[in-house]
């Protein structure tokens, strides 16, 4: 069974910084892909960051320049690191984990932790 767990959110002042942390059960080579997701109230979950098994990653437009998405392969753990936060950065990130299975892809979803950004 496969767990993903947040950590890092919490409420900033418009222009500062989170870090954001999703620790794996267990090894990330397993996974093919990574990522975060968000969602805001009212609105669909909708993808941030990504970072694919050989190391390249992908970005909302809205976040190009702001976020970075990196992973430490000896804690299981990928971040995200949010710079020069907006108020529309709002919501809840989700953590997920891509494992890519004959043809199939099984995601796996972390609970969620909560990114508040006061104007």
């Known amino acids: 069974q496969v767990q993903l767990v947040e950590s890092g959110g919490g409420l900033v002042q418009a222009g500062g910084s989170l870090r954001l942390s999703c620790a794996a059960s267990g090894s990330i080579f397993s996974f093919n892909a990574m990522g975060w997701y968000r969602q805001a109230p009212g609105k669909q979950r909708e993808l941030v960051a990504a970072?694919?098994?050989?190391?390249?990653?992908n970005y909302a437009d809205s976040v190009k320049g702001r976020f970075t998405i990196s992973r430490d392969n000896t804690k299981n753990t990928v971040y995200l690191q949010m710079n020069s936060l907006k108020p529309e950065d709002t919501g809840v990130y989700y953590c997920?984990?891509?494992?890519?299975?004959?043809?199939?892809?099984?995601?796996?979803w972390g609970q969620g932790t909560q990114v508040t950004v006061s104007s």
């Open positions: 970072i694919i098994s050989g190391g390249s990653t």
């Open positions: 997920h984990a891509d494992r890519h299975v004959d043809r199939h892809t099984l995601r796996y």
